[in-house]
Nanobody, 113 residues
């Protein structure tokens, strides 16, 4: 059974940093593209960052230079620096392999101004 568990959310002041982690189980982790998405109240879920099975990465334009995604030992991380109030959202970890998509339950990140 696939399980993705996010940790690391919380409340931080504008300009601060947080590190999210996501532990994956029940999947062949090395074969999956791993990504972070986020959703704010009243908005659609949006892509934030992806690290593919081969290590290549993609980022949402507004987080480039501030966020860094990485993966290691069945975990994926999102280092978030220079946080802004508009980064406030529930952050979700996802695992993708072809037509298979799996999601975590999400972790709340709140950035105060």
């Amino acid at each position: 059974q696939v399980h993705l568990a996010e940790l690391g959310g919380g409340l931080v002041q504008s300009g601060g940093s947080l590190r999210l982690s996501c532990a994956a189980s029940g999947v062949s982790f090395d074969l999956y593209d791993m990504a972070w998405f986020r959703q704010s109240p009243g908005k659609d879920r949006e892509f934030v960052a992806r690290v593919r099975w081969n290590g290549t990465t993609d980022y949402l334009d507004s987080v480039k230079g501030r966020f860094t995604i990485s993966r290691d030992n069945a975990k994926v991380y999102l280092q978030m620096n220079s946080l802004k109030p508009e980064d406030t959202a529930v952050y979700y970890c996802s695992a993708n392999f072809g037509r298979y998509d799996f999601w975590g339950q999400g972790t709340q990140v709140t950035v105060s101004s």
